[in-house]
């Protein structure tokens, strides 16, 4: 067998300590004598002794690092990194109570892994979020990217575990579909074509040479897939990627992002608004918990009432009214003085500023809007008996209005298919949904959190670029 | 606010029961009377007296129902439900632990929630898997594939604590990629062209029309997206889908299927398989943890000695050998009278009969194969000291053979644009991933696991169409 280099995992030997592990069980590393390996973050030279400050990604916090030059035989050379360069570093810890950091390394050997060239584009100056957005291989190594990712990261395992410790099940719903989802949404189509020469028969595409034998494009939403599973598990949820073909360029909107979308028997909206409000608050204690120097960091720099507001969401109700007695606050609002762009109406489809008014100005904290008016909701979701709105309930938070939209679906395979025929939508296609509603058809119910949207909610980060690791939007696949 | 239906979500009310929590907490539902919702299984009718066999999804078993004609006032419309239909029944719980099964739900009322057709396809008899696949909307409701899918969720959250447990962060690579992870697999296009009227100018597709303004397609590999982040976090994962648009029909290929891509920084070749068996011992021990009545049912039904299997591979090393000597071991083999179909010779790519043939016949467990060629390798292994193989190994397992391939990454700017430019690849779309070794390059290394193969490991399933929920093949995008 090939010779290894020394340095490995945790798992192999444990010939390395991860800067976290320090952190974590502090006095266990008194006086003792470890190899750690990192990035620089920082060097000062003092001229017979230096500082190293060393970051390996294993926690938000850096490594102090002293080296003296008596003791250090290649001190010129580990002085003179840059920024940027990976060093191997053994030495011993000695705990600093008093200093402003609680332990420091005091460097044996030092072994240069991998310099920094001088053009590193990373350099400690503070660069603008639109200039780290050409930098995206390398923005991660920010402490304001490391945070975010981080947080994406906990946040993503804290909806794992939320729902697994209540027994649903996670499903992986396809990405590749043939069908239309919500029969709204721009979608991106997918094809093994040659686009130079894109076969046809009698004028149109010949589908039956494509790799599917059909049309094929990119899901918009694995909801409908989804209820196929809730209708044997009861409970279920996937957690994906889902994509829009919209030529939108807000802060809001990517055309690639990650859905979480659970499907629940036997639950009615109440049901579903609990276990969405649930979610939220599990979710938020989890992040506080777990990443608390990144939320200090966002709420000192980023977004300054961001831990007070989220802590005020852990702890309250959330607010629900109905879609009707939220035009009568609107309304209400106008009469006071308030002026909105968007007409405020019964009927109308609630725009960002009248959202972000309930839940901002009215309510102060997030707030269920429910039973809208059919006309403005999608073609699944539950009639009411008014004959006029459906169990549909969308979940607004300060700053980002619409986190959550959800709905009970309508399980009647009656009142389904009439309303695909009143839509004018294709019966053939929604063969298989209906096919739920003819053999043991339940009340259920379900939502769709956008992720992306949940992570800014998180971090007080307020464009979607910033919060996907390489985001796609109009114009936008580098990386 | 318009009035909902009583059942509700255990976090509701605590109005429901899920049948997972009576098995879960037996004697504390001794004589209780509770509410239960699930899907029929069976039906008996004793003339005087009936039987119900009600599953909800919350678990494997079912939940055995009494019913009586003298106090139930609609038994007559129950007894004539059919397989599959909704029931929601209140009754009384009584503790049996003389009979088959430990409790009995002595039903005060029962409601047909939503009845079953009686062409409903999910008959009692045995389906074949054939029939199955073409009923995907509805198969999760046999035994079967309950158990299949409950597993893979199960084994999917495994992955994520296991990664979670030791500080890996989660990153979502993207899956519209412009460009080809490795130079190799065929490519499904992503484009919002009208397939009809594709633009062009000067004789050639004109990108510069399409949504991204490029050429894009769906990822093969999240791998060199990964590596960015491993170079700020030290270690990551991914854990998403991926695609190959190869026109192969066979028990083990998918077009869509889902990869975890783990990247670890300083990290060489022995850390990547310590961390790869730990994994996998991970995941088995917490499945058959998790999920004893499916691992019983696969280990009846399915394949007999998949419990005893599993075992030893959690409990026994995995053996290690150099691709050097696999193929000593190949060609003994040869002289004492085993015959290979495809010739062994250093510097050919072993055969799936091959890879069968060490791990099944020699070494009787998980193996990892050491030190490939650098000829029958991708571009960005990293090249041993002997100039002809590169620190690449795979892992096979008895009955699947490769489940897990990996290698140290090239981390020597030299090496790899060297061996970039004598593939002839394009060196201007590997530049982000060169910028890599020039700022703070390490000693680092991977490894993909195709999460279905692991799952029919798991099960012992052996076509990948039956553990995938809506499975992508040639031909067939449906439902």
Chains 1, 2 share one sequence.
Not at 75 to 103: C, H, K, M, W
Not at 377 to 399: H, I, Q, S
Request: aromatic content about 12%.
């Amino acid at each position: 067998m090939i010779k290894r280099t020394i340095v490995t995992t945790e798992e192999h030997h444990m010939q390395r300590v991860k800067i976290a592990e320090i952190y974590h069980s502090m006095s266990s590393y008194d006086s003792k004598t470890i190899t750690v390996a990192g990035w620089v973050r920082s060097i000062r030279d003092m001229k017979n002794f230096g500082f190293v400050t060393l970051n390996d990604g294993s926690c938000f916090k850096d490594l102090q690092v002293v080296m003296e030059r008596e003791s250090l035989h290649n001190y010129e050379e580990i002085a003179a990194q840059n920024v940027g360069a990976a060093l191997i570093i053994s030495g011993e810890v000695e705990l600093t109570p008093d200093r402003a950091q609680p332990f420091e390394l005091h460097a044996h050997t030092i072994t240069v892994e991998g310099i920094s060239e001088p053009d590193y584009p990373m350099q400690k100056k503070r660069a603008s979020r639109e200039f780290l957005r050409t930098q995206q291989h390398l923005r991660s190594r920010t402490n304001l990217f490391r945070a975010i990712f981080r947080v994406r990261s906990v946040a993503a395992f804290a909806i794992h575990s939320f729902f697994q410790e209540r027994g649903f099940v996670y499903v992986h719903t396809p990405i590749i579909t043939s069908s239309d989802a919500e029969g709204a949404g721009e979608m991106f189509k997918v094809t093994t074509f040659d686009l130079e020469h894109v076969p046809t028969k009698d004028g149109a595409v010949d589908y039956s040479q494509d790799f599917f034998s059909a049309p094929t494009s990119l899901t918009v939403s694995g909801q409908l897939e989804a209820e196929n599973f809730a209708m044997s598990f009861g409970d279920v949820y996937t957690f994906g990627p889902t994509f829009r073909a919209e030529n939108s360029n807000t802060r809001r909107h990517a055309a690639e992002f990650w859905m979480v979308e659970p499907e629940m028997a036997f639950c009615d909206l109440e049901g579903y608004m609990d276990v969405a409000e649930a979610m939220l608050k599990y979710v938020i204690s989890y992040v506080m918990k777990t990443c608390p120097d990144e939320m200090a960091m966002f709420n000192s720099f980023v977004d300054k009432g961001l831990e007070e507001r989220l802590q005020h969401v852990v702890s309250s109700d959330f607010a629900r009214v109905s879609y009707t007695d939220a035009i009568d606050i609107l309304k209400a609002a106008q009469k006071q003085g308030t002026t909105f762009k968007y007409p405020v109406e019964w009927g109308v489809d609630l725009q960002t500023e009248h959202e972000r008014y309930l839940t901002e100005v009215h309510f102060k904290k997030p707030t269920f809007v429910c039973d809208y008016p059919a006309a403005i909701k999608a073609f699944y979701m539950r009639m009411n008996e008014d004959g006029k709105t459906v169990a549909a309930a969308d979940c607004l938070v300060p700053g980002i209005g619409e986190i959550i939209g959800g709905s009970q679906r309508e399980e009647r395979l009656d009142k389904l298919t009439k309303r695909i025929h009143d839509l004018g939508m294709e019966p053939e296609q929604y063969k298989y949904y209906c096919d739920l509603r003819k053999y043991g058809t339940c009340h259920h119910a379900g939502f769709g959190l956008g992720f992306e949207r949940l992570v800014m909610y998180l971090t007080g980060v307020d464009n979607i670029r910033d919060v996907l690791p390489h985001p796609r939007t109009v114009g936008n696949a580098e990386f």
